[in-house]
């Protein structure tokens, strides 16, 4: 092999060395550059986060609500700007309900190699979108996706927010997300004290999800769990 090739052959590797690292990075559930990250808490008492991402939507809201109240269970609803602004019954009956509401950006993008301007709009944009249907509580952010590198957790970091992923995601899994059974199963035997599930619930694709939900809460509470919003949940860390 000639001098020049060694040397592109392994420029090569380096590069894709170093992509497939910020992909992983872009990825992790655990651990982002700057600023603070919860996936789990670590704690003692036998208590779960469940909360959805996206909506509010004018068909499934009302219908998830009802499961829940009909479970007695709070929840934590990490929303998008975009349809907050379109749906602000629904967004204010899930407030009304005692639920607790999560940033998850405006449009839902990946929010990986944006410029810094985009990410603090689509934050500060949700933001006031929640603030406009009279909710006051802390808001803690959710990735699209669970997609960050180093231009968002900046930006989050630097406006003091926490960021939330999770630790149990069944629809992650595409012979899981569909399978009611195994779906339930799935949550019921991974969650753990301290434990964040996410599920998404508010689109007409996600049929299992909704009918797993009232599952879920029965087989974590046989299992002796509680359930408390994220805030409640990071409580535990103090």
Known sequence: ?????????????????????????????????????????????????????????????????????????????????????????????????????????????????????????????????????????????RPPYGKKLFGLPWYLSSTGRTTVTWDVEPETYPEVADDLDAFVAHVVDRARSGSIVLMHVMYESRATSREALPLVVAGLRERGFTFVTVSELLEERK
Do not use: C, W
């Open 1 to 141: 092999m000639s001098r020049r090739l060694l040397i592109s052959s392994v420029s090569l590797a380096l590069v894709l060395a170093i992509v497939f690292g910020l992909y992983k990075l872009s990825s992790s559930r655990t651990y982002q550059a700057f600023g603070d990250l919860v996936a789990r808490v670590e704690t003692g008492r036998p208590v779960i986060a469940l909360t959805f991402d996206d909506g509010p939507t004018a068909r499934f809201t009302n219908e998830v609500l009802g499961i829940l109240d009909d479970l007695d269970v709070k929840a934590t609803f990490f929303v998008t700007g975009r349809e907050v602004t379109e749906n602000p019954a629904e967004t204010r009956a899930i407030v009304a309900a005692g639920h607790e509401l999560g940033n998850h950006s405006y449009s839902h993008p990946r929010m990986v190699m944006k410029s810094y301007a985009t990410y603090r709009s689509e934050i500060e944009k949700t933001d006031a979108a929640i603030r406009t249907i009279g909710y006051e509580k802390p808001l803690h952010f």
